[in-house]
């Protein structure tokens, strides 16, 4: 079990430029989520998937874009990468039924120069 | 809206020192209750959870109690290792749709030898 891949580790952008942060997971996993994580921020919530075929807004959306490709697959665009995007990103995904727990993929470092 | 608080960091301890992280929660209803572990580099990883009132979960030598009456649940461990030294965040699940996990800020421990 692979459990939540993401790609690339690290990737390094000019302001302006785009690029899709790629996640996908092998759990069966109807939710699947994208959080940014800043120093000294914690986790914040970019946008999640609660099923495929549905998005939503989480607390900092402005400047990304998602698409549920299947059940599998959330990808996260950045249109027009700015510095103020320079982060860890991170995908989750999450068990349905009584008890959910997320399971995280190991970050995605981007850098915007 | 449901909220998570948790002690700040960092915290700094020598090796076999007794450990607590304290969380306390705001939420309607019932929620389950986690405690995440993020090592350097690494996504976050599940540490233990509690579905209910007075549950205790545990894993690795680290406790915490779902306490309804004080909404906390408090992490610890009795002999903290060098390998212990990480970030924990405390989250909490509301069980109404698909909301996503709500996470407090994290506690970064550091354990010397």
């Known amino acids: 079990n692979a459990g939540v891949t993401q790609t690339p580790k690290f990737q390094v952008l000019k302001t302006g430029q785009s690029m899709t942060l790629q996640c996908a997971q092998d759990?069966?996993?109807?939710?699947m989520y994208w959080y940014r994580q800043d120093p000294g921020m914690g986790l914040r919530l970019i946008y999640y998937?609660?099923?495929?075929?549905?998005?939503d807004k989480g607390e900092v959306p402005n400047g990304y874009n998602v698409s549920r490709l299947n059940k599998r697959e959330f990808s996260l665009r950045l249109e027009s990468a700015a510095p103020s995007q320079t982060s860890v990103y991170f995908c989750?995904?999450?068990?349905?039924?009584?008890?959910?727990?997320?399971?995280f993929g190991p970050g995605t470092r981007l850098t915007v120069t | 809206g449901n909220s998570v608080t948790q002690m700040e960091g960092p915290v700094t301890l020598s090796e076999e020192a007794f450990l607590t992280i304290n969380c306390t929660y705001t939420?309607?209803?019932?929620?389950?209750l986690f405690w995440y572990v993020q090592y350097p580099g690494e996504g976050l990883q599940l540490l233990l959870k509690?579905?209910?009132?007075?549950d205790k979960g545990s894993n690795k030598g680290f406790e915490a109690t779902y306490r309804k009456e004080t909404t906390s649940f408090h992490l610890e461990k009795g002999s903290v290792q060098v390998s212990d030294s990480a970030v924990y965040f405390c989250?909490?699940?509301?069980?109404?749709?698909?909301?996503?996990?709500?996470f407090g800020k994290g506690t970064r421990l550091s354990v010397i030898a």
């Open positions: 989750a995904s999450r068990t349905s039924g009584s008890v959910h727990e997320q399971y």
């Open positions: 759990m069966n996993h109807n939710s």
């Open positions: 998937s609660a099923s495929e075929g549905t998005t």
């Open positions: 939420a309607t209803g019932y929620p389950s």
């Open positions: 509690a579905t209910k009132a007075d």
């Open positions: 989250a909490l699940s509301d069980l109404v749709g698909n909301t996503p996990l709500v």
